[in-house]
């Protein structure tokens, strides 16, 4: 069996411990003679495995009571129609636009009522997170929406937007669980698994109670409806059975690393390795504004395509994969989520130093 240090932006690396765990289940998952794959979501085994999995991401998180958590399917994309079908009550949200994500989950809302764009960074490649202090917030808006981590272009909200008193809406595809997060500032949190908790499927949405109503847009689908997913726990259909339980390891192994204090400062120590040595190599340059840098995903240039290339095949060979950047960037970027040991971020920066060294 061969590991490779795998850089991916997502679908990503999950911990060993979790998948050895899972291997060892398949055939018959804690004597139900089954694996989880085969076993009925109405069943005694299954209501506890979504139950269990629940609770840990609300101690981990410290979620409090007046907030639902669900587990929903059709990826995060699926949310940026969800957010203005159950929220547009006015029919006005406020977007601020800090990468493809955002853009993407703004065009969708204008499908459904008036997104105002109040804030962005395209005129820099969405380099940077703009000063969001005092937006002109609209006095009629529903909700304000950020992307909070930008999984293509490597930027993190650090501090939240002043959302002058109106709902907080979030995607933390990116960057769930991978430090402390305050739930009560948000009225909607919610990412896609694959990110950085478990296997494309899954989309984890928290939710204020409060917000969880009958008064959606005409023609919600019944499946888009919080209130359709609240009132019958994320069971309303066959929810991602498999996926779910896989998320309920992921938690599990949070709790046992010490929780998300103790993941904050790992992440901090991975990412300091490698932000170090770009900030003092003469080949490799980050393409981020230093404070608004990503613990989570980071790209990097060499300004020569060529270059790029050659490093990027050179890389893989040695086994260091994935780390092509997106398209829209291009060079190379380096998704150093959860599960990514600190010795993998270790050995990148050395095979980066010997690429340098052989390459001036
Ligand atoms: C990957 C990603 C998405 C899209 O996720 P899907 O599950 O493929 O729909 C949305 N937002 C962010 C921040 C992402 O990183």
Known sequence: MARVYNFSA???VLPEEVLKEAAAEMMDYQGSGMSVMEMSHRSKVFDNIIKEAEQDLRDLLNIPDNYKVLFLQGGASQQFAATPMNLMKNGVADY???GQWAKKACQEAAKYGKANKIASSEDETFAYIPDCSDLPISEDADYVYICENNTIYG????TLPNTKGKI???DVSSCFLSEPMDITKYGVVYGGVQKNIGPAGVVISIIREDLITDDVLEGTPTMLKFKTQADNDSLYNTPPCYGIYICG???KWLKKMGGLEVMKQRNEEKAKILYDFLDQSTMFKGTVRKEDRSLMNVPF???DKDLDAKFVAEATAAGFVNLKGHRS?????ASIYNAMPKEGVEKLVEFMAAFEKANA
């Open 155 to 158: 930027t993190k909200f650090h």
């Open 329 to 333: 960037v291009g060079g190379m970027r």
């Open 249 to 251: 390891k992921v938690f």
């Open 96 to 98: 601020i636009v800090t």
């Open 301 to 303: 240039v060499t300004g």
């Open 10 to 12: 997502g679908p990503a």
């Open 168 to 170: 907080l809406v979030s």
